[in-house]
């Protein structure tokens, strides 16, 4: 069983739209949570931190929940320009240090 | 806030030859750098952890003679392919983390290896 499993997707969606996408993480040991985003070919790009406590930054919320050992990250009305691959990426545990480990990312069409 | 530099971002190389790609901290200390593959459609896999001073250490599966990494300072790393193959075309990415910003990872641009 992979440390951070996500659905790969795609997810085609209409503009306008809302889509949720959930990661697992095996490790109930992990200490930090991310989303990011990566476009084709392009390096991945930090979209925002999870909190347990839920963040929230525009059109884009992110939800932690330890005891399931998910995370998540809800799109709101969704834009052309969200077009992209999401990653999940959850900082494990090992040895004395984390490291980060990344899901295989979901990828997300948004069609006009 | 915080920038990675990687450089070459594209690699066009003959099979056996050797191909080194760097990867600096602009504007911070970077202890620790990550170093990641990608084929088409899969997700960045880790290849090894390099630490400043020390010996990097590598994920299970990855050859560290072929893989050579060198982290010689708090703002340089570097990934040499040795004898590079057609199978070692790939997308390379590195990134290091910013203990100062929650421990966010910031990534370079990447470098597109294709052997010949």
């Known amino acids: 069983r992979k440390e951070v499993e996500q659905d790969p997707g795609p997810f085609n969606v209409p503009e306008g739209a809302t889509v949720a996408f959930n990661c697992t993480y095996s490790?109930?040991?992990?200490?930090?949570f991310f989303w990011y985003r990566q476009d084709c070919r392009k390096e991945p790009k930090l979209l925002m931190s999870?909190?347990?406590s839920g963040n929230e930054d525009g059109r884009f919320t992110a939800q932690l929940n330890r005891a399931s050992q998910y995370i998540s990250l809800l799109i709101r009305d969704s834009k052309l320009s969200d077009s992209a691959t999401y990653l999940c990426?959850?900082?494990?545990?090992?040895?004395?240090?984390?490291?980060?480990?990344f899901g295989r990312g979901t990828s997300l069409i948004v069609h006009p | 806030g915080a920038v990675v530099s990687q450089h070459p971002s594209r690699v066009i190389c003959k099979s056996g030859t050797s191909v080194k790609i760097e990867c600096r901290s602009l504007d911070f200390q970077a202890t620790t750098m990550f170093w990641y593959r990608q084929f088409p459609k899969q997700s960045l896999m880790l290849m090894a952890t390099s630490n400043e001073g020390s010996k990097a250490t590598y994920e299970q599966g990855v050859e560290k003679d072929k893989f050579l990494i060198n982290h010689a300072s708090l703002t340089l790393s570097t990934l040499t392919v040795t004898s590079a193959h057609p199978e070692d075309s790939s997308f390379y990415i590195c990134s290091a983390r910013d203990s100062r910003v929650n421990e966010k990872l910031f990534f370079g641009s990447g470098t597109q290896l294709s052997v010949l």
């Open positions: 490790n109930s040991a992990s200490q930090s």
């Open positions: 990426v959850v900082n494990i545990r090992s040895g004395g240090s984390y490291i980060p480990t």
């Open positions: 999870v909190y347990s």
